[in-house]
């Protein structure tokens, strides 16, 4: 009997349990989630290689929609050039043309709007000139391979000349 009170008191439990019946549903405040979607800039060049002397690049990217983009170029050859460009409403923004003539680091920036926005992008690099190669010695050898040749031939015809002598005097 024990076993059966047991039994349909387990089996009232759970069927309580499985019918999905909350005890404390009406507590439960509903969750919500606010996503906030980061600003991002990114940016290309145009050509990202240059040949030797250099020439034009372009730069053109992406930002948060209506800002003001401040492109800066820096190298050694030609200093700093700095251009602001604008973003559209759909946030691209570009091309701005720069003269570049060796190789040049690029920073695109938002500021002072978003100034924690970091913008990536690659750098330019340009071919370095090809160098002549060092002169070094004549461009004319032929003196001295026959110094050379009449070397080995006064070696060779000493050492002929030693070698008769020990044999002529019996020291072979």
């Known amino acids: 009997m024990r076993r059966l009170l047991v039994m349909v008191g387990v089996?009232?439990?759970g069927a309580f349990l499985l019918s999905g019946a909350a005890i404390a549903g009406a507590q439960t405040a509903p969750t919500t989630t606010t996503t906030t979607i980061p600003f991002t800039c990114d940016f290309t060049t145009t050509p990202t290689t240059l040949g030797v002397g250099g020439g034009s690049i372009s730069v053109a990217g992406t930002a948060p929609a209506d800002t003001d983009v401040h492109i800066t170029v820096q190298n050694s050859t030609d200093g700093t050039q700095t251009k602001t460009a604008h973003s559209s409403v759909s946030g691209n923004w570009g091309p701005v043309t720069f003269n570049v003539?060796?190789?040049a680091t690029i920073t695109v920036t938002l500021a002072p709007f978003y100034p924690a926005t970091?913008?990536?992008?690659p750098s330019v690099s340009v071919e370095a000139a090809a160098a002549a190669l060092p002169r070094t010695g004549s461009n004319d050898t032929k003196p001295f391979v026959l110094i050379g040749a009449a070397a080995v031939l006064v070696g060779l015809v000493l050492v002929v000349a030693a070698r008769r002598r020990d044999h002529t005097r019996g020291r072979a």
Not at 118 to 121: F, R
């Open 11 to 13: 089996a009232a439990m």
């Open 118 to 121: 970091t913008c990536v992008g």
């Open 101 to 103: 003539t060796s190789s």
